[in-house]
């Protein structure tokens, strides 16, 4: 129900069942216009009409597989695709074999179709790809390529006619995959390999070895590379067809053979089969002696050569060629053949092995294709899609017996489409509960008659003749037709029909088949029926010394005196395969592809309307329609009705809650078209194609908002989608973050179970490495545990000393272990000149530090000691230093500690250097570039610059908020009068007290040690 709906109306209709106007005349016109659209594909309901192109079409490639797969037949452009897939998809679906039956006249496009159908069923199976269906899939479609070669031949209908009717199962798989095939054969054209019509050729295969052989190949077969040489192959005229390339061709022949397994040495014999029949067709004859006219072979040579490619002897080959042996009332006479008897034996003898041939490569192929030694398992149930793809019907200048089987072939063909069309329909309004119309057609039993009928039809009459003792002739038969078919309206001979001038006395019959009349030349028909080879040329092929050829001629087996049955007659044997071939397809569900010739030059652009006219009646595609159009044109499953057109009502989108049928009756009432439509058991009918042009306009108008819907859907589902792994993933991190965390303060937990108890509070332990995130938090909690430890420590020491801890620690933390006594056990009392221990007067110092604190303001002293210190002069003196809350004074306790200077204020301090060692030597830097170079010193001798140190530091610290800049080395520096100084520590006697003196240059401290 497609083509229009899709393809805009400028190609006309995709169905002819959508015309009009059903009549010839509007049938051509759709037709014409959509060839020369290029639409070569329209459709009768689920018939495919095909019109050949004659040009290639790009309209195969996989984004048109891709456009057909799994599509319903109506849903896309007319196709030979959408067909192909509903073969598949029926046997698939309904787990039932189908057939596609492909028909046409020669050079219609039958065996390209069938080429077709198979790539395209090729493309859409075996999605899991597995090897040995692939396998498969490249036999079938090579084995193409070998049946070609030795079984079609240039004609003047068709550069490429299919000689043998081809009828291929394809075997499937449960799963849908193919897994191998079986290859029908019918009757092989065989006399066109002695004899062809002007403009014809003889098979391909011949002109691929002449052409396609290698020198060596050639030079061993005794051949020469020039079609012209010889007899069998050169009676067409031109050997050449531009359409065809031998050479390439005899290339992909034996590629094929070797993908189809073809034993190399099997492939060999085979073209030199093809080669033996062409120096057959050579061999010449001439009389012995003038009296007997008794054959002799010409070219002793050439004999030779033909024995040595059949491997036979010479004796052998020359006795079969020129001599009958027959038994006789139990005697075996020899008797020899007369020239022309000898020529008639040549010639059947190279007919027969070339045919014999063929059915080998064919039964080799199934041997190939056969499903049960494919390697794919066999389970389940097993379905074939059968492809025929027979030679198309035909009428030549001079038809003889075998366009006579061929064109009763196509009489049986049309025969089972009109029963099986019309048998369809038929049932299917029966089984709908549907009024069925009759519809007048055309039917061509007659014919059929005409020819199969038991005892009076044509063929019983050929083989009555056939069989009667005594020379019987062609002339003989004739007369038996006339005698017994003068009243059948659709046969005519000159007997019969005396002034028709056309038919040729005593040659000439005439048959009105289906698709025009055949004037059947008569002579032959007999010999071809009888279809007879002497059998000495079988014993002489049996006994050849090449496997393959011995295995060709079983029957050769049989010695002369074994009487033989009379074996089947030629026509026979093709009305039963005929027979059975359409009982096969019977069984089957059937499709159909028509296919038709649009001109008789090949040509890609012309649209001979006459001859085109004349197929579409023969082909009874008119009533194919109208059978079609007499009850409904269109019919679909309730289920698939509504789905279809549920958008196109309020009541039935989205979803309908009832029962499929009672939805589609909601969108016909709602569309009003109750008067065109008939309700089916389970299909709705409708019966003019307006109402659903109608139908499908409707749904047009509401796609885009069904797309847009769709898309709003999928986006927001996509979105939604999106949303939901991002939460996943957040929660996921999450989880496994609080994991990490938890099972790292597990370890800490653990790790630190027991630090109340431990001697150092825990800090030996060693902090696990933590997880990235948990870093920051960890440092936290490394500095709460230090202060815990902190407090585990101080919580032992009484309050009023903290202070003095503090000092130490400011100390501790400046020094950087650069000292190594720096009084840290010592209690640190600072004012030590406040102190009778230190300082015997300390009256004047507590009245001196009384008035200079009313002067200068500060409120508390920090430190106080005795000291030596050293000016610029080099001049030692003893001082007291005093280090209050705003600055440094130093004081002369000879002088009632009379300040040597102002006070000196921190600020002026940048920074102080001390020594290492145990002595006590304290540069305290100034900015004004004359330092306070001091030795402390005390009655006690103890060690204080550590306390000094502590003090400047905790008072940067907590004033400046820096560190004190405190430099401790063996060689301080110090600057007296703006110039630098290097101080020496020497040692001296241990009862003096520190003393400094000049040194050189510089200035020696000298440090009783003890
Ligand atoms: N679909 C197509 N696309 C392109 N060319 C085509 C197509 N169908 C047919 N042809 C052309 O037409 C020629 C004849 O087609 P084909 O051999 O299929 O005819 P046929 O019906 O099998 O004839 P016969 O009965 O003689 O075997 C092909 O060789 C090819 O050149
Ligand atoms: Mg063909």
Same mark, same amino acid.
């Given at each position: 129900?497609?083509?229009?709906?899709?393809?805009?109306?400028?190609?006309?209709?995709?169905?002819?069942?959508?015309?009009?106007?059903?009549?010839?005349?509007?049938?051509? !016109?759709?037709?014409?216009?959509?060839?020369?659209?290029?639409?070569?594909?329209?459709?009768?309901?689920?018939?495919?009409?095909?019109?050949?192109?004659?040009?290639?079409?790009?309209?195969?490639?996989?984004?048109?597989?891709? @456009?057909?797969?799994?599509?319903?037949?109506?849903?896309?452009?007319?196709?030979?695709?959408?067909?192909?897939?509903? &073969?598949?998809?029926?046997?698939?679906?309904?787990?039932?074999?189908?057939?596609?039956?492909?028909?046409?006249?020669?050079? *219609?496009?039958?065996?390209?179709?069938?080429?077709?159908?198979?790539?395209?069923?090729?493309?859409?199976?075996?999605?899991?790809?597995?090897?040995?269906?692939?396998?498969?899939?490249?036999?079938?479609?090579?084995?193409?390529?070998?049946?070609?070669?030795?079984?079609?031949?240039?004609?003047?209908?068709?550069?490429?006619?299919?000689?043998?009717?081809?009828?291929?199962?394809?075997?499937?798989?449960?799963?849908?995959?193919?897994?191998?095939?079986?290859?029908?054969?019918?009757?092989?054209?065989?006399?066109?390999?002695?004899?062809?019509?002007?403009?014809?050729?003889?098979?391909?295969?011949?002109?691929?070895?002449?052409?396609? &052989?290698?020198?060596?190949?050639?030079?061993?077969?005794?051949?020469?590379?020039?079609?012209?040489?010889?007899?069998?192959?050169?009676?067409?005229?031109?050997?050449?067809?531009?359409?065809?390339?031998?050479?390439?061709?005899?290339?992909?022949?034996?590629?094929?053979?070797?993908?189809?397994?073809?034993?190399?040495?099997?492939?060999?014999?085979?073209?030199?089969?093809?080669?033996?029949?062409?120096?057959?067709?050579?061999?010449?004859?001439?009389?012995?002696?003038?009296?007997?006219?008794?054959?002799?072979?010409?070219?002793? @040579?050439?004999?030779?050569?033909?024995?040595?490619?059949?491997?036979?002897?010479?004796?052998?080959?020359?006795?079969?060629?020129?001599?009958?042996?027959?038994?006789?009332?139990?005697?075996?006479?020899?008797?020899?053949?007369?020239?022309?008897?000898?020529?008639?034996?040549?010639? &059947?003898?190279?007919?027969?092995?070339?045919?014999?041939?063929?059915?080998?490569?064919?039964?080799?192929?199934?041997?190939?294709?056969?499903?049960?030694? *494919?390697?794919?398992?066999?389970?389940?149930?097993?379905?074939?899609?059968?492809?025929?793809?027979?030679?198309?019907?035909?009428?030549?200048?001079?038809?003889?017996?075998?366009?006579?089987?061929?064109?009763?072939?196509?009489?049986?063909?049309?025969?089972?489409?009109?029963?099986?069309?019309?048998?369809?329909?038929?049932?299917?309004?029966?089984?709908?509960?549907?009024?069925?119309?009759?519809?007048?057609?055309?039917?061509?039993?007659?014919?059929?008659?005409?020819?199969?009928?038991?005892?009076?039809?044509?063929?019983?009459?050929?083989?009555?003749?056939?069989?009667?003792?005594?020379?019987?002739?062609?002339?003989?038969?004739?007369?038996?037709?006339?005698?017994?078919?003068?009243?059948?309206?659709?046969?005519?001979?000159?007997?019969?029909?005396?002034?028709?001038?056309?038919?040729?006395?005593?040659?000439?019959?005439?048959?009105?088949?289906?698709?025009?009349?055949?004037?059947?030349?008569?002579?032959?028909?007999?010999?071809?029926?009888?279809?007879?080879?002497?059998?000495?040329?079988?014993?002489?092929?049996?006994?050849?010394?090449?496997?393959?050829?011995?295995?060709?001629?079983?029957?050769?087996?049989?010695?002369?005196?074994?009487?033989?049955?009379?074996?089947?007659?030629?026509?026979?044997?093709?009305?039963?395969?005929?027979?059975?071939?359409?009982?096969?397809?019977?069984?089957?569900?059937?499709?159909?592809?028509?296919?038709?010739?649009?001109?008789?030059?090949?040509?890609?652009?012309?649209?001979? +309307?006459?001859?085109?006219?004349?197929?579409?009646?023969?082909?009874?595609?008119?009533?194919?329609?109208?059978?079609?159009?007499?009850?409904?044109?269109?019919?679909?499953?309730?289920?698939?009705?509504?789905?279809?057109?549920?958008?196109?009502?309020?009541?039935?989108?989205?979803?309908?809650?009832?029962?499929?049928?009672?939805?589609?009756?909601?969108?016909?009432?709602?569309?009003?078209? !109750?008067?065109?439509?008939?309700?089916?058991?389970?299909?709705?009918?409708?019966?003019?194609?307006?109402?659903?042009?109608?139908? +499908?306009? &409707?749904?047009?108008?509401?796609?885009?908002?069904?797309?847009?819907?769709?898309?709003?859907?999928?986006?927001?589902?996509?979105?939604?989608?999106?949303?939901?792994?991002?939460?996943?993933?957040?929660?996921?991190?999450?989880?496994?973050?609080?994991?990490?965390?938890?099972?790292?303060?597990?370890?800490?937990?653990?790790?630190?179970?027991?630090?109340?108890?431990?001697?150092?509070?825990?800090?030996?332990?060693?902090?696990?490495?933590?997880?990235?995130?948990?870093?920051?938090?960890?440092?936290?909690?490394?500095?709460?545990?230090?202060?815990?430890?902190?407090?585990?420590?101080?919580?032992?020491?009484?309050?009023?000393?903290?202070?003095?801890? @503090?000092?130490?620690?400011?100390?501790?933390?400046?020094?950087?272990?650069?000292?190594?006594?720096?009084?840290?056990?010592?209690?640190?009392?600072?004012?030590?000149?406040?102190?009778?221990?230190?300082?015997?007067?300390?009256?004047?110092?507590?009245?001196?530090?009384?008035?200079?604190?009313?002067?200068?303001?500060?409120?508390?002293?920090?430190?106080?000691?005795?000291?030596?210190?050293?000016?610029?002069?080099?001049?030692?003196?003893?001082?007291?230093?005093?280090?209050?809350?705003?600055?440094?004074?130093?004081?002369?306790?000879?002088?009632?500690?009379?300040?040597?200077?102002?006070?000196?204020?921190?600020?002026?301090?940048?920074?102080?250097?001390?020594?290492?060692?145990?002595?006590?030597?304290?540069?305290?830097?100034?900015?004004?570039?004359?330092?306070?170079?001091?030795?402390?010193?005390?009655?006690?001798?103890?060690?204080?610059?550590?306390?000094?140190?502590?003090?400047?530091?905790?008072?940067?610290?907590?004033?400046?908020?820096?560190?004190? !800049?405190?430099?401790?080395?063996?060689?301080?520096?110090?600057?007296?009068?703006?110039?630098?100084?290097?101080?020496?520590?020497?040692?001296?006697?241990?009862?003096?007290?520190?003393?400094?003196?000049?040194?050189?240059?510089?200035?020696?401290?000298?440090?009783?040690?003890?």
């Amino acid at each position: 129900m497609a083509g229009s709906v899709h393809e805009g109306p400028e190609f006309g209709v995709g169905d002819f069942v959508l015309l009009h106007d059903i009549s010839l005349d509007a049938f051509m !016109e759709n037709l014409q216009l959509r060839y020369e659209k290029n639409k070569i594909y329209s459709y009768i309901g689920e018939v495919v009409v095909s019109v050949n192109p004659y040009k290639t079409m790009d309209i195969y490639n996989q984004s048109y597989v891709d @456009q057909y797969k799994g599509r319903e037949i109506y849903e896309r452009p007319p196709h030979i695709f959408a067909l192909a897939d509903s &073969a598949y998809k029926t046997m698939k679906r309904k787990a039932k074999d189908t057939c596609i039956v492909i028909s046409g006249e020669s050079g *219609s496009g039958k065996t390209e179709a069938s080429k077709i159908i198979m790539r395209y069923i090729t493309a859409v199976t075996n999605i899991g790809g597995r090897q040995e269906v692939e396998r498969v899939k490249d036999v079938l479609i090579k084995s193409n390529v070998i049946l070609e070669a030795f079984g079609n031949a240039k004609t003047n209908r068709n550069d490429n006619s299919s000689r043998f009717g081809k009828y291929m199962d394809i075997n499937f798989d449960f799963k849908g995959d193919p897994i191998g095939g079986h290859i029908n054969n019918y009757l092989l054209e065989k006399s066109r390999v002695v004899y062809q019509q002007k403009g014809e050729r003889n098979f391909h295969a011949f002109y691929q070895l002449i052409t396609g &052989a290698t020198d060596p190949k050639l030079a061993e077969m005794k051949l020469v590379r020039n079609p012209d040489k010889y007899h069998y192959i050169r009676q067409g005229g031109d050997s050449k067809c531009p359409t065809i390339n031998d050479q390439n061709d005899y290339r992909s022949v034996m590629h094929a053979m070797k993908t189809l397994g073809f034993a190399f040495k099997h492939a060999e014999t085979l073209w030199k089969i093809v080669a033996a029949v062409l120096i057959l067709g050579n061999i010449e004859y001439e009389a012995q002696d003038d009296v007997h006219d008794l054959a002799e072979v010409k070219d002793k @040579q050439m004999l030779a050569n033909l024995a040595g490619l059949i491997e036979v002897t010479n004796d052998d080959l020359n006795k079969a060629l020129t001599h009958r042996v027959i038994a006789a009332g139990g005697n075996v006479v020899d008797k020899g053949l007369t020239v022309s008897d000898a020529y008639y034996a040549r010639d &059947a003898f190279a007919k027969a092995i070339y045919d014999r041939m063929f059915t080998w490569i064919v039964k080799r192929i199934n041997e190939a294709i056969d499903p049960k030694s *494919s390697g794919v398992e066999f389970v389940g149930k097993n379905t074939v899609i059968g492809v025929l793809d027979i030679y198309g019907f035909e009428i030549f200048d001079n038809n003889s017996f075998e366009q006579f089987c061929i064109n009763y072939c196509n009489e049986k063909l049309q025969q089972l489409f009109i029963e099986l069309v019309l048998k369809q329909e038929q049932e299917e309004y029966m089984r709908e509960g549907i009024e069925w119309q009759h519809v007048d057609y055309f039917n061509n039993k007659v014919i059929v008659d005409l020819v199969e009928v038991p005892h009076k039809g044509i063929l019983a009459i050929l083989d009555e003749a056939c069989l009667s003792v005594g020379k019987v002739t062609d002339e003989m038969f004739l007369t038996a037709m006339s005698q017994k078919l003068g009243s059948n309206d659709r046969y005519t001979c000159r007997q019969t029909n005396p002034s028709d001038k056309t038919l040729e006395h005593k040659r000439d019959f005439r048959i009105k088949h289906y698709a025009g009349d055949v004037t059947y030349s008569v002579i032959g028909f007999i010999d071809k029926n009888r279809d007879t080879l002497f059998q000495d040329f079988k014993r002489l092929l049996y006994n050849s010394e090449d496997e393959l050829i011995k295995m060709m001629w079983p029957e050769g087996k049989l010695s002369i005196t074994e009487t033989t049955r009379r074996p089947a007659t030629a026509g026979f044997n093709f009305k039963n395969s005929i027979i059975a071939l359409v009982d096969r397809l019977a069984t089957k569900e059937p499709h159909y592809v028509r296919c038709i010739k649009p001109n008789e030059i090949k040509s890609p652009s012309k649209f001979d +309307e006459t001859r085109c006219r004349h197929q579409v009646m023969y082909l009874g595609l008119l009533e194919n329609v109208r059978v079609r159009r007499a009850g409904f044109a269109f019919r679909a499953q309730y289920e698939r009705f509504l789905l279809r057109y549920k958008m196109v009502t309020k009541y039935t989108w989205p979803n309908y809650k009832g029962s499929a049928f009672d939805g589609v009756k909601v969108i016909i009432k709602h569309m009003g078209f !109750e008067k065109d439509v008939k309700y089916g058991k389970s299909k709705i009918f409708i019966r003019s194609p307006q109402t659903l042009f109608a139908l +499908e306009e &409707a749904r047009d108008r509401f796609m885009p908002n069904i797309i847009l819907f769709i898309q709003k859907m999928w986006r927001g589902g996509n979105a939604r989608r999106r949303a939901r792994k991002m939460r996943a993933i957040y929660l996921i991190m999450a989880r496994f973050r609080r994991y990490k965390l938890r099972s790292y303060i597990k370890q800490i937990v653990e790790k630190f179970k027991t630090v109340r108890t431990m001697r150092d509070y825990g800090k030996s332990i060693k902090w696990p490495t933590p997880p990235k995130v948990l870093s920051g938090w960890v440092t936290e909690l490394q500095k709460a545990h230090n202060r815990w430890r902190a407090h585990m420590i101080l919580r032992k020491v009484p309050k009023p000393d903290w202070p003095m801890l @503090q000092l130490k620690c400011a100390t501790h933390t400046v020094l950087r272990g650069q000292r190594s006594d720096w009084g840290m056990r010592r209690r640190w009392d600072g004012n030590y000149l406040e102190m009778a221990k230190d300082n015997p007067s300390t009256l004047d110092f507590v009245s001196k530090i009384g008035s200079l604190k009313s002067h200068d303001g500060f409120t508390r002293i920090l430190f106080s000691s005795f000291c030596k210190k050293v000016n610029k002069h080099n001049q030692c003196a003893d001082r007291a230093i005093v280090v209050t809350d705003k600055g440094i004074y130093k004081l002369d306790p000879k002088k009632k500690y009379k300040p040597m200077r102002a006070i000196i204020p921190f600020q002026q301090v940048h920074g102080m250097t001390i020594s290492p060692d145990a002595d006590q030597l304290a540069v305290i830097h100034l900015t004004d570039g004359n330092d306070l170079v001091l030795c402390l010193h005390t009655p006690s001798k103890e060690e204080r610059v550590g306390e000094l140190v502590g003090i400047l530091a905790r008072y940067w610290q907590k004033v400046f908020h820096r560190d004190l !800049e405190l430099t401790v080395t063996k060689q301080p520096k110090c600057s007296l009068g703006r110039k630098s100084r290097q101080i020496a520590v020497k040692s001296t006697a241990a009862n003096g007290g520190p003393t400094f003196k000049k040194d050189g240059a510089q200035l020696a401290l000298f440090w009783p040690s003890t």
